[in-house]
């Protein structure tokens, strides 16, 4: 049963333009959101995160906008550089116990922004 | 912040053979530590995570085992690989936040 879903496996996008990466749950527990990005041979790194108390978090050319009710948050990239082609993965976690970092991921999208 | 040291970053073994990865932490102490793998074409499965030494909480039944002998070094182990278990491990950590911080990870080919 896939909780986190991500539905483009893939998304090219020429430079300069909007990146929207999408990403859906089905787990009603989940109160954090996060989103990763991996290079190929690397492991993921954090790139933003969202509190199921907001529905918007901006970190300079990335913003996360979350719909709770579709269950379903984004994550876009204004502009896209060259640069931010890589695998982007979103992840969902309930704050319950102490072992924050289980998360549940989604499949990943591949990101190619052309010059 | 912290650094998660994992090796080796690839890894042939031929089925039936044992498996030990190493994963070590540095820039903090007692971390909650985790063991995710990516099969081809899927997302991260957690496979195991540990919030202190010799504790160890499985998520998915397997043939895979996890060891943690110091506060800062957590072992993924086999006794028989099978074909199934190959794939891209990821050892994470964390600091009482959901925030992972990942190492480089092992690319495992099992032939």
């Known amino acids: 049963d896939q909780q986190v879903k991500q539905n483009s496996p893939s998304l090219s996008v020429q430079e300069g333009r909007i990146s929207i990466l999408n990403c859906d749950y089905t787990n009603s527990m989940f109160d954090y959101f996060l989103w990763y990005k991996k290079y190929p041979a690397e492991g993921p790194t954090f790139l933003i995160s969202?509190?199921?108390?907001?529905d918007k978090n901006e970190d300079g050319r990335f913003t996360v906008f979350l719909n709770k009710s579709a269950k379903h948050l984004s994550l876009h990239i204004v502009p896209s550089q060259p640069g931010d082609s890589a695998v982007y993965f979103c992840?969902?976690?309930?704050?319950?116990?102490?072992?924050?970092?289980?998360?549940?991921f989604g499949q990943g999208t591949i990101l190619t922004v052309h010059p | 912040s912290q650094t998660i040291h994992q090796w080796p970053a690839t890894l042939v073994q031929p089925v039936g053979s044992p498996l030990s990865l190493e994963c070590t932490v540095e820039g903090t102490s007692n971390p909650n530590l985790y063991w995710y793998r990516q099969a081809a074409g899927r997302g991260l499965q957690l496979l195991f995570y540990s919030v202190g030494i010799g504790q160890i909480s499985s998520e998915v039944p397997q043939n895979l085992s996890a060891s943690r002998p110091q506060d800062r070094q957590f072992i993924l182990s086999s006794k028989k690989l099978l074909l199934s278990d190959s794939g891209f491990y990821l050892c994470a950590s964390e600091q009482h936040s959901q925030k992972l911080f990942f190492g480089s990870g092992t690319q495992l080919s099992v032939l």
């Open positions: 969202i509190s199921s108390i907001k």
């Open positions: 992840a969902a976690s309930a704050s319950t116990g102490t072992s924050y970092g289980k998360l549940t």
